[in-house]
């Protein structure tokens, strides 16, 4: 597995995970599974805080990952 597919799968689990995060973070505010997490000892504040840092790692790993396909493309124009 190369250094770009290994940045696209991270990118893919991080934004999955992101939106799982906020979703459990929203049946929380609205008292749909608010037991199930207050058992877990789980806030809202830290389903949003997971939620949040899942989208950034997975931005930084789309731009990296945009970033090298970049640097193979000008590098492949150079050797024509």
Excluded: D, P
């Excluded at 990952?65 to 493309?73: G, I, N």
């Amino acid at each position: 597995m190369g250094h770009f597919e290994r940045l696209n799968l991270i990118g893919r689990v991080t934004y999955y995970m992101g939106w799982i995060s906020l979703i459990c973070g929203a049946l929380m505010h609205f008292n749909i599974a608010s037991n199930l997490f207050l058992s877990m000892h789980v806030s809202k504040r830290n389903l949003f805080e997971l939620g949040m840092v899942c989208f950034l790692v997975c931005i930084a790993s789309q731009i990296r990952a945009r970033e090298e396909v970049k640097e193979l493309a000008t590098g492949l124009r150079r050797a024509a």
